[in-house]
């Protein structure tokens, strides 16, 4: 099998009759940043607080211009937030309000873990003083989408 980058064929498969073509784990991943981060977005700062050493989580939030006339109708979800659990270790991440980017109610969240492929898991609770807690296997990323 060749990989070419997001994909796995065999470049053999006239004599071999194997026409499989499998997707790699950074298809799944790259289906976070095109979904979570579509055109128009900005990407806004973001401190996580985490149980573990800041290099072990990566955090990016997005939200959308007001006037976005010029790039949709608007209709999308306000914000979201990629986080990526970047260790060997289980962890959970809390992500909190500072005034400058309040959390809102999450309405859906994807994750893709060594196991899973970009798949809807419960949406974590916004709790009363604005945070919400992520727990994530290993090598993991979520999409959260809020309202």
């Not at 050493?53 to 006037?67: E, G, H, M």
């Not at 209709?75 to 260790?87: F, G, K, L, R, T």
């Not at 809390?94 to 005034?99: E, K, V």
Request: hydrophobic fraction near 35%; charge should be negative.
């Amino acid at each position: 099998m060749l990989c070419a980058g997001l994909i796995y064929y065999d470049p053999d498969y006239n004599s071999t009759q194997n026409y499989d073509i499998k997707l790699t784990k950074r298809y799944s991943v790259l289906k976070h940043f095109t979904k979570g981060v579509p055109v128009g977005a900005i990407r806004r700062a973001v401190t996580p607080d985490s149980d573990t050493t800041d290099d072990a989580w990566r955090v990016l939030a997005f939200s959308y211009d007001d006037a976005c006339e010029q790039y949709s109708t608007c209709d999308q979800v306000p914000y979201s937030i990629i986080a990526m659990n970047a260790q060997w270790n289980a962890s959970s991440i809390t992500l909190t309000s500072d005034g400058t980017f309040n959390l809102t109610r999450p309405v859906s969240i994807y994750r893709t873990s060594v196991t899973e492929d970009y798949a809807e898991v419960e949406v974590p609770t916004l709790s009363a003083n604005g945070s919400i807690v992520v727990d994530a296997p290993e090598m993991s990323i979520f999409t959260i989408f809020f309202q």
